[in-house]
Nanobody
Framework: QVQLVESGGGLVQAGGSLRLSCAAS????????MGWFRQAPGKEREFVAV????????YYADSVKGRFTISRDNAKNTLYLQMNSLNPEDTALYYCAAAPRRGITTIPGAYDYWGQGTQVTVSS
């Protein structure tokens, strides 16, 4: 089992920044690719970003590319998402997730463990 706890969400004005964190416990963190997903009210959960086991490979949804940066610290068992230039369309519940593989994947079904989510609200 892997337990994931997100933090860092909040209310921010358009153009602002937030940094999300995801603290992992349980099994060896570096054995997992880690992803961020989000779900806005009335919409499907969507992929945001993913990072491989050692941080050497990342991939982003087109909607966040150039604005968001995913990173991880395996020594601290923590995943991060730096979000810059936020806009109201980024408003959603943000989840971190762990996939039992070292390479990246954007498929939600490949992720075995999910956090409870942290709310990000961007005002215009």
């Amino acid at each position: 089992q892997v337990q994931l706890v997100e933090s860092g969400g909040g209310l921010v004005q358009a153009g602002g920044s937030l940094r999300l964190s995801c603290a992992a416990s349980g099994r060896t963190f570096s054995n997992y690719a880690m992803g961020w997903f989000r779900q806005a009210p009335g919409k499907e959960r969507e992929f945001v970003a993913v990072i491989n086991w050692n941080g050497g490979t990342t991939y982003y949804a087109d909607s966040v590319k150039g604005r968001f940066t995913i990173s991880r610290d395996n020594a601290k068992n923590t995943l991060y998402l730096q979000m810059n230039s936020l806009n109201p369309e980024d408003t959603a519940l943000y989840y971190c997730a762990a996939a039992p593989r070292r390479g990246i994947t954007t498929i939600p079904g490949a992720y075995d463990y999910w956090g409870q989510g942290t709310q990000v609200t961007v005002s215009s």
